[in-house]
């Protein structure tokens, strides 16, 4: 069974400066995509960033940008200049490819320090 | 467009009481899927569908029962609520191809007494 593994239950960060939230899985497949997901305190599911599998390249939006390590499963998030919008749950999920189901991670609670 | 939309956004049952959660999408989504989010288990999937009049069983899918009649609307039945169902339960769709991620609900808050 694919597992999906957040080591990191809190994290802080100044406003400005970057942060690396991680991330790591477990799976057999070969083809597959993950995803980073922010949950606010509105409650609301919103994708951040996705990264599929078979792409060396690493993913990037605005100021996200993910380190996809495929050999060592992982995937982590990288957050440039934070902001305090910035602040919330963020869930890394998986996703194998041709597979209706997502398994997520436990999360990592952001804070932003002003 | 609404995207996926989910009622109520909060409910109290006592114990024993049956209920529907209510999904609707307006985006032509194949896929469905139900999550519950309890704190420091992440979501875990319930039910999921594939398309109308097939549906499946996730990871935690006792006490739950699916149906989808129509491509738009995937409902969740608590047959008899039970305190060990106190969540939050999100809808979500998406397209068969699953790459561009899930579209979610904005979540009921479920509270068994």
Known sequence: AQTVTQSQPEMSVQEAETVTLSCTYDTSESDYYLFWYKQPPSRQMILVIRQEAYKQQNATENRFSVNFQKAAKSFSLKISDSQLGDAAMYFCAYSPFGNEKLTFGTGTRLTIIP | ?113
């Open chain 2, 1 to 113: 467009n609404a995207g996926v939309t989910q009622t109520p956004k909060f409910q109290v049952l006592k114990t024993g009481q049956s209920m529907t959660l209510q999904c609707a999408q307006d985006m032509n989504h194949e896929y469905m899927s139900w999550y519950r989010q309890d704190p420091g288990m992440g979501l875990r999937l319930i039910h999921y569908s594939v398309g109308a009049g097939i549906t499946d069983q996730g990871e935690v899918p006792n006490g739950y029962n699916v149906s989808r009649s129509t491509t738009e609307d995937f409902p969740l039945r608590l047959l008899s609520a039970a305190p060990s169902q106190t969540s939050v339960y999100f809808c979500a769709s998406s397209y068969r191809d699953t790459s561009y991620g899930y579209t979610f609900g904005s979540g009921t808050r479920l509270t068994v007494v």
